[in-house]
């Protein structure tokens, strides 16, 4: 069989599945069965699959159909500018969460030498990407999974920014460690009882550690806020994702905590997603 008609065949499976995309996910699952890029796939449609190579690519679009992201079936995610491992332990970054960096680098436009605290690092897309553009930057991140940190180890050492990196593993309320000039975090913040309504392939499949933020979506939230009114210097700055409709109780708790809101961003779908705030 010929790549095109391999992923013919895939797709109307997908499809069949109410998979978003068919098409594109099984010409990103090709690449990955025959160890090519998607560029490879577009290129040569009717070079012919070795077998082994056909088994592979229908393993994945067996797990593709019951919802496994793409992302963990290759095992990578493009975030910022700079691809990422993923792991099914590791929340998958989204564009959304780009509005961290965004703001991180539009506020340390003409500052040097900055060290920098990630509460909750996953993959390590926030804090790599922040350290591979700042090149005299100092990032610690914490997490609270050993797998989370390794995955970020790994990514750190794919970036060339293990150098200026610290990584501990270490609840957010037991963390004591230094004082920051800017603090950023994409803590949990699904309500507990929403996660079962999610997308399917994020119900399923994302880790629930990174997703459930307690009762009112706000458990988590509630300590990262406390900590980094701890830990961040008079002046610094505080770059938080937040929940669609949290804007107005995320907002009392970072004042309650002597912090000064300075902005509030939307994400694509023009939700309220990330908040800045300078500690006073």
Sequence with gaps: MNIQKAIIHGAKILKNNF?????????ILMAKSI??????????????IDKNDLSKFYKLIEQRSLGNPVAYLINKKFFWNSEFIVTNETLIPRPDTELIIENVMRLTKYKSKINFLDIGVGSGCIIL?????RKDFYGTGIDISKK???ITK????????????????????KFNLGKYDLIVSNPPYIKKSSLKYLEREVAKFEPKLALDGGLDGLSAIRKVIKKSAELVKKKG???????????????NLLKKEGFYINSIQKDLANNDRCIVSTKI
């Design 237 to 251: 700055k505080f770059v938080l994702e937040i929940g669609f409709d949290q804007k107005s109780r995320v907002i």
């Design 129 to 133: 990407s922040i350290l591979k553009d």
């Design 35 to 48: 160890n090519k890029d998607r560029n490879f796939i577009l290129l040569n449609p009717k070079n012919l």
């Design 19 to 27: 998979v978003p995309n068919p098409q594109l996910d099984c010409e």
């Design 148 to 150: 989370c940190l390794n």
């Design 154 to 173: 790994i990514n750190a050492i794919k970036l060339n920014v293990t150098s200026r990196l610290k990584l501990y593993k270490s609840y957010v309320d």
